[in-house]
């Protein structure tokens, strides 16, 4: 499976950025989004159900970002709003086969394929 992650960029603080990930055989797949800022250890961030009925967040992003994923585009989205300095990392989107359409994932060795990352940077 091929993913690729694009729409990262360069935001002030509490401004907002989309990024997408299209994916081949989207139907297929649970998504994930991690990011890794420089130092630190790759983290969660947001989690998509393959059936879109689930979708679970790292804390410190709950109600600031929202993962969508459109089947007719194969496309999942990661929405981030009030964007904060300690948002600035490499994003990544994930992929895994799910039997079960409704569970998310939320351990980077539970993902199979990732795309090749997107750098978003916060200023103030």
């Known amino acids: 499976v091929q993913l690729q992650a694009s729409g990262g960029g360069l935001a002030q603080v509490g401004g907002s950025l989309r990024l997408s990930c299209s994916v081949s055989?989207?139907?297929?797949?649970?998504m994930g989004w991690f990011r890794q800022a420089p130092g630190f250890e790759r983290e969660f961030v947001a989690a998509?159900?393959?059936?879109?009925?689930?979708?679970s967040y790292k804390d410190s992003v709950k109600g600031r970002f929202t993962i969508i994923r459109d089947e007719a585009k194969s496309t999942v989205y990661l929405q981030m709003d009030s964007l904060k300095p300690e948002d600035t990392a490499v994003y990544y989107c994930?992929?895994?086969?799910?039997?079960?359409?409704?569970?998310?994932?939320?351990?980077?060795?539970?993902?199979?394929?990732w795309g090749q990352g997107t750098q978003v940077t916060v200023s103030s």
């Open positions: 994930a992929s895994r086969v799910s039997f079960d359409g409704d569970t998310t994932y939320h351990e980077a060795e539970e993902y199979r394929s």
């Open positions: 055989r989207f139907s297929n797949y649970a």
């Open positions: 998509i159900s393959r059936k879109g009925t689930n979708t």
